[in-house]
């Protein structure tokens, strides 16, 4: 595995592979199952695999946790190494943005609601730097994770609106024993808030289960399932959500794809997870577009 | 020459070129020399060629010249097979814009001069669609008029900013027999006015020799240049700008680059020109970055 800490030695390195395909995994490093899991994925799928570890400062709020942000570079490096990445480009801040940008980006469709709604601007950043990434990196396929399933769906905007040569492949969340959804932030969570967290996926189950007895509408299993949360998840529940996916928007009856989501807020982590469900509410788990 | 007028047929049809130099010529049609100048120089220097014509609404204010602005479809057609265009990309509006983007992009540097100050947005529309077309298109080279000085200088930021694997170059002004700019626009001028017209390059010529003299400051400089269009133009003189370049900053002693820019105001089109110097306040008959 080759380190790169250069755009242009990694564009360099790329382009003499366009004949491979390429497979990319953009994360922001303290790797845990769910991001291996992609890289796994991304090395079966394609000839090469890039993954890139940047915590980008533009998708992080002032108050937001930038700079606690969990970091370990000689784990990140060992354990790409062993899931078969073969190029890691792993840039400083100075690379990525060496002065102020003359241009912004800026998501203004799906960003009002879910985390986008408590972190204005994040998905501005994310999608700066995402094609950015793809820029340097020129993927034929990009993995995400359904985890941050408003992510995906900004990103599936991105790459239709701008015509971005690229797939984009979201894929199942990866679980703990008791259903946790996988995430760097869990470190964060005391003893009682992490034997409380699988309360989060519970949640979603119920919901799935409410949709598919159909004894309720979509406001009133909103409502059983927040409650359902703050009785059970010894957190702040800051918010529950029923939409269509990818678009966002409200859930009705003709709606192809669902997603119920919830965020929870524990002393020192705000945690999310979501189930993307059919029209026969059956669990989606992967996307691809 | 194949006429593709699909996004998807011309990702397909460039991505099996991904070995070969692809030059990419975007435009608005109504070809002229100055456009053909660059297919010319594409077809010099790539083992592929391609040319868009896409009249991009994004770009036009709402009381801009969108409608009226000058469409020939077949002699575009004729004049692109002549210069050795390989591929013409012709897509619809539709096709470009099937539904309302989710995202913006906007420039915010760069852009309160020269014409961004008299068309808010321009040129938010040309970084967006110029997006699409480098996605879509995929070139190792993309050429630009320096005609348009202030449009390179933000697709220099643009690239810059966001990583574009593109390089852009920008090519010599292509002139009338008395020194005017070719533009789509000059068809509007009225005999007298086209007679005038030349005021222009004249100005801008008087500008550089005032700057090699020495004899006056840049303020001083920019007034004599406005002063000699408004008696010689017959137009309304809309700017005289004298400004560092690329960055379009205040012009200095430490300048490496300045642009001369001036625009006037027809009854019927409005007209720009400028002259790229050097610090030895030499004429730059192109750029690379």
Chains 1, 2 share one sequence.
Do not use: W
């Not at 953009?26 to 090469?48: C, Q, V, W, Y």
């Not at 797939?167 to 808030?193: C, F, H, M, P, W």
């Not at 309720?216 to 059970?232: G, P, S, Y």
């Not at 705000?270 to 026969?280: E, K, P, T």
């Amino acid at each position: 595995m080759k380190i790169v800490d250069s755009i242009e030695e990694m564009q360099t390195i790329t382009n003499t592979y366009c004949n491979q395909t390429i497979g990319f995994v953009p994360t922001m490093g303290f790797l845990h199952e769910g991001h291996l899991s992609l890289a796994k994925r991304a090395r079966a799928e394609n000839d090469i695999v890039v993954m890139s570890i940047f915590v980008n400062p533009l998708q992080f709020g002032e108050n937001e946790d930038f700079d606690d942000y969990p970091r370990d570079a000689e784990m990140d490096m060992r354990l790409a190494k062993e899931v078969g990445v073969d190029y890691l480009f792993f840039p400083t801040k100075e690379e990525m943005y060496p002065s102020k940008l003359s241009m912004e980006m800026k998501m203004v469709e799906g960003v009002n609601i879910l985390c986008g709604a408590s972190r204005p601007g994040h998905f501005d950043g994310v999608i700066t730097v995402v094609s950015k990434l793809f820029h340097i990196v020129q993927p034929s396929i990009a993995y995400f994770g359904l985890k941050d399933a408003q992510q995906a769906a900004v990103i599936h905007a991105l790459v239709k609106d701008l015509n971005f040569p690229v797939q984009i492949k979201a894929l199942a969340t990866i679980r703990e024993v008791d259903g946790l959804a996988k995430s760097s932030r869990n470190k964060y969570l005391s003893q009682k808030e992490r034997e409380a967290a699988s309360s989060l996926v519970k949640a979603l189950t119920l919901g799935q289960q409410l949709l598919r007895n159909k004894s309720a509408n979509f406001h009133e299993i909103r409502d059983k399932v927040q409650v359902f949360l703050q009785e059970t998840s010894e957190g702040i529940v800051d918010y529950v959500e029923l939409l269509e996916y990818p678009t966002l928007q409200a859930a009705s009856a003709s709606s192809e794809q669902l997603i119920i989501a919830v965020a929870v807020k524990y002393s020192k982590a705000r945690l999310i997870d979501n189930y993307i469900l059919d029209n026969s509410f059956n669990r989606l788990d992967e996307l691809s577009f």
